[in-house]
């Protein structure tokens, strides 16, 4: 009787903090992805400065737009996991029960 209010309450807690959450990384993104394409465009025409060879130029600009995916696809999948994660978290939980539940059940029997 107390493990599924505890399993609900944990749902609601985990919806709730889902939902901030998401509010919360899409309201910061926009001033966190132009940071991230500002580092990088700063490193690109540095890159124009620093190697006067067309060739060397070229992989400094790679260097810095491979590190820009990077960094962009690592704050997305931040984001991802603490809008998420409790979510996800609740599921396991609610699989493990599941799981554990008709062996409990037979056993009554």
Do not use: H
Not at 2 to 31: K, N
Not at 78 to 100: E, F, M, N, S, Y
């Amino acid at each position: 009787m107390r493990r599924p209010a505890v399993l609900i309450s944990a749902l609601v807690a985990a919806v709730v903090w889902a939902v901030g959450a998401g509010v919360v990384a899409v309201r910061q993104w926009p001033a966190a992805g132009a940071a991230i394409e500002r580092a990088r465009d700063v490193g690109m025409r540095g890159c124009a400065g620093r190697y006067p060879d067309p060739a060397a130029r070229e992989r400094c600009e790679i260097l810095f737009e491979t590190q820009y995916v990077m960094e962009r696809n690592i704050a997305l999948f931040t984001r991802l996991l603490l809008v998420a994660g409790p979510l996800a978290g609740i599921g396991v939980w609610i699989g493990l029960d599941r799981r554990k539940s008709p062996s409990r059940r037979s056993r009554r029997r």
